[in-house]
């Protein structure tokens, strides 16, 4: 199978899921951090944040954990959409939590997807909210499904 065509005049709408703890936040900031999709003081706020936080370098998953609670608990409770381009596309991703009592949230985030990223920690390997997250956007009929395995 190919890369997915440009859908929506050339935007990608795509949601990050798996189990929590296995990084999901951490790659939507990963790849906004890498595609300069950064306001000076957006990465200002969180390196001040990191080090509040006792974090040795820069934590990339403040950057869609915004809600107060969310930071306090180190874990994606909400929704957080975020948008950045390429020359060549443009994506809206949606970052979904990964507790299985915010597994509605998830649905809300895929339902709109047109690709989805599974995030599966190489350490713990596939759980039960992986499966319920592969299934779920499966079912919300998310054309692409891409498997990362992540943390190696």
């Given at each position: 199978m190919g890369a997915p065509e440009p859908i929506h005049g050339g935007l990608l709408r795509?949601?990050?899921?798996?189990?929590?703890?296995?990084?999901?936040?951490?790659?939507?900031?990963?790849?906004?951090?890498?595609?300069?999709?950064?306001?000076?003081?957006?990465?200002?706020?969180?390196?001040?944040?990191?080090r509040r936080r006792g974090f040795g370098g820069v934590d990339l998953s403040l950057i869609t954990d915004g809600l107060l609670s969310e930071r306090e608990q180190g874990i994606t409770i909400d929704v957080a959409y975020r948008y950045f381009a390429t020359p060549a596309r443009k994506f809206i991703i949606g970052d979904s939590p990964g507790h299985v009592e915010y597994t509605r949230n998830m649905v809300t985030a895929a339902s709109t997807a047109d690709l989805a990223i599974l995030l599966v920690d190489a350490r713990s390997g596939i759980v039960e909210q992986t499966r319920?997250?592969?299934?779920?956007?499966?079912?919300?009929?998310?054309?692409?499904?891409?498997l990362a395995v992540n943390k190696m």
């Amino acid at each position: 199978m190919g890369a997915p065509e440009p859908i929506h005049g050339g935007l990608l709408r795509f949601v990050t899921a798996g189990s929590v703890d296995d990084g999901k936040s951490t790659l939507i900031g990963r790849l906004l951090h890498d595609s300069k999709g950064l306001f000076a003081d957006q990465l200002d706020a969180i390196e001040s944040a990191s080090r509040r936080r006792g974090f040795g370098g820069v934590d990339l998953s403040l950057i869609t954990d915004g809600l107060l609670s969310e930071r306090e608990q180190g874990i994606t409770i909400d929704v957080a959409y975020r948008y950045f381009a390429t020359p060549a596309r443009k994506f809206i991703i949606g970052d979904s939590p990964g507790h299985v009592e915010y597994t509605r949230n998830m649905v809300t985030a895929a339902s709109t997807a047109d690709l989805a990223i599974l995030l599966v920690d190489a350490r713990s390997g596939i759980v039960e909210q992986t499966r319920r997250h592969a299934y779920l956007a499966h079912w919300l009929g998310v054309p692409e499904l891409v498997l990362a395995v992540n943390k190696m």
